[in-house]
């Protein structure tokens, strides 16, 4: 099997939307076999938790502290976690023994790289008894530890993804619009660079909810008939995070929706799916060449109106926009699978952080290992 496992990787993203389950066979170097994948959605009222998790945590300055409703809601989303791994197993015929390994995000919480603390919640040991299967976990704070920005880590991932793109022009940019928009550069040559490239949807789910009680502006529509106000879409793209030279990894509160009275409801949805598309290509702007190909993964490439806006801005420098599945990917699979990938990469003790993805000083491995059978002699496996 040259080193080849199958893993299971959990997402729990910043949109707060559900667990994403995927499969992947690989060797967690160029061997990837994508599997099948599951979304569990949140009810309203766990997601209502999880928000409360977020305010929870923002006095935070030591990453193990677990202050207000934390310590009971990491044990809830694990234990929601090991349902999906339950419920993606039963639906596959699978049992827990013929997975070598579950790559666990869990929830970030808090994420402030200059001050060194990346907070994500989830119970590694705790998912590995109740799976019976091994954990690796919190696999952002070593490459943190070691001068990087802890985020993001998919890159590693869409480099072996793009070793089977044959036809795409280069350079190639896959870009994530999940809460939070991440990109990762493929070079001519293969070289890699990534950072994170904006908000994603999460100011468009705050404005919809506040304004029309609905969490997501399904495929844009709210957005398509609504005008752009350029002046508060500059007031968004003037930020320094987008003028600086240095990037930097992002944390959901780091761009606030605007006021009630800023907009009516369908010119600020269309103003920040506009933001949504034209902060990618400001980001996009600080890579040393003008990417070819742009792949779009993340809910946002369900969002008609950044897509169509994201179209005409790359145009204009010859490029072209698919989305995951015109690449041959899945679109809402990707960071899952990406999860279960530098699982994979973590139990071989291979870099799963570069000095071109996250600004760590050198390429470290990361991850920490919850073994199933120390834990349980009795589990499953
Ligand atoms: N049909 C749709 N139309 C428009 N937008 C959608 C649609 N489906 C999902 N979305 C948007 O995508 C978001 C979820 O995207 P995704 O699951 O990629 O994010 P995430 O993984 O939670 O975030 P991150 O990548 O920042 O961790 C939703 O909150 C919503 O805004
Ligand atoms: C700290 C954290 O959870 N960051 C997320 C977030 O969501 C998108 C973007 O910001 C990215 O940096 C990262 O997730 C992806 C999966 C990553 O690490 O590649």
């Not at 040259?2 to 997402?11: E, S, T």
């Not at 979304?39 to 006095?59: H, M, N, S, V």
Request: glycine letters at 12%; hydrophobic letters at 40%; aromatic letters at 6%.
């Amino acid at each position: 099997m040259g080193g080849r496992m199958r893993a299971i990787g959990l997402m729990s993203g910043t949109s707060m939307d559900g667990i994403d389950v995927a499969m992947l066979e690989t060797d967690g170097e160029s061997f990837v076999e994508r599997g099948p994948f599951l979304i569990i959605p949140y009810d309203p009222a766990f997601r209502d938790r999880l928000k409360q998790g977020l305010e929870d945590a923002r006095t935070m300055t030591e990453r193990s502290a677990r202050p207000g409703c934390l310590a009971e809601l990491e044990h809830d989303l694990t234990l929601r976690h090991a349902g999906a791994v339950k419920a993606f197993l039963g639906a596959h015929n699978l049992s827990a023994g013929e997975i070598d390994v579950i790559g666990f995000h869990g929830q970030t919480v808090l994420h402030r790289p200059d001050q060194r603390l990346t907070v994500q919640i989830g119970d590694g040991a705790l998912l590995a008894r109740e799976t019976g299967i091994d954990v690796v976990h919190d696999m952002r704070a070593n490459d943190m530890a070691h001068g990087g920005q802890g985020a993001p880590l998919v890159p590693a991932y869409h480099a072996a993804l793009a070793a089977s793109l044959k036809q795409a022009a280069r350079p190639i940019c896959f870009v994530n619009i999940g809460g939070i928009s991440n990109l990762t550069y493929i070079g001519a040559e293969g070289e890699i660079l990534a950072f994170d490239s904006g908000p994603g949807n999460a100011l468009i789910d705050q404005w919809v909810e506040v304004n029309a009680g609905v969490p997501f502006d399904q495929g844009g529509r709210i957005a398509s008939e609504g005008q752009v106000l350029m002046d508060l879409a500059e007031r968004y793209l003037d930020h320094p995070f987008f003028t600086t030279d240095q990037r930097r990894s992002l944390d959901r509160s780091d761009f606030r929706p605007p006021q009630s009275d800023e907009a009516g409801l369908h010119d600020g949805a269309r103003t920040l799916a506009y933001v949504t598309a034209a902060a990618i290509l400001r980001s996009a702007g600080h890579l040393p060449h003008a990417p070819q190909t742009y792949i779009i993964s993340g809910g946002g490439r369900l969002n008609r109106t950044i897509m169509a806006d994201l179209t005409e801005i790359a145009a204009r420098s010859g490029a072209t926009v698919l989305t995951a599945e015109e690449a041959g990917f899945d679109g809402d699979a990707t960071e899952a699978e990406a999860w279960a990938y530098l699982a994979v990469r973590s139990l071989k003790r291979l870099p799963l952080t570069f000095p071109g993805t996250t600004g760590v000083k050198a390429p470290v491995a990361g991850g920490v290992l919850a073994r199933a059978e120390a834990l349980s002699p009795s589990a499953a496996k």
